[in-house]
């Protein structure tokens, strides 16, 4: 098992950017697939990003491609999310969230995660 723990949310300008870390105890983690996910008041739980437990694949939801970098350390036990160019659709809650069931792509449905974090705010004002 793996506990997951988000951090460096905030309030930010449209054009801003802000990096969101996301801390990892357990000895599994560099084995795990990991993904970011948001969820905005009234909607759904949506996908941002993912990357594979080497950091040698990355997947991004259209709506970040260019905008979003998703990176790892497995040295640190961390992994990143760089967000530039934030727009005010971006505000959110972000979460992180950890895939033991390691296939041959990255998955993108919230459902088919096994561990989460508890989630930290991104407010982007226009």
């Known amino acids: 098992q793996v506990q997951l723990v988000e951090s460096g949310g905030g309030l930010v300008q449209a054009g801003g950017s802000l990096r969101l870390s996301c801390a990892a105890s357990?000895?599994?983690?560099?084995?795990?697939?990991m993904g970011w996910f948001r969820q905005a008041p009234g909607k759904e739980r949506e996908f941002v990003a993912a990357?594979?437990?080497?950091?040698?694949?990355?997947k991004y939801a259209d709506s970040v491609t260019g905008r979003f970098t998703i990176s790892r350390d497995n040295a640190k036990n961390t992994v990143y999310l760089q967000m530039n160019s934030l727009k005010p659709e971006d505000t959110a809650v972000y979460y992180c969230?950890?895939?033991?069931?390691?296939?041959?792509?990255?998955?993108?449905?919230?459902?088919?995660?096994?561990?989460w974090g508890q989630g930290t705010q991104v407010t982007v004002s226009s």
């Open positions: 990357i594979r437990w080497s950091g040698g694949t990355t």
């Open positions: 969230a950890a895939d033991r069931d390691v296939g041959l792509i990255l998955r993108s449905r919230w459902r088919e995660y096994d561990y």
């Open positions: 357990g000895r599994t983690f560099s084995s795990y697939d």
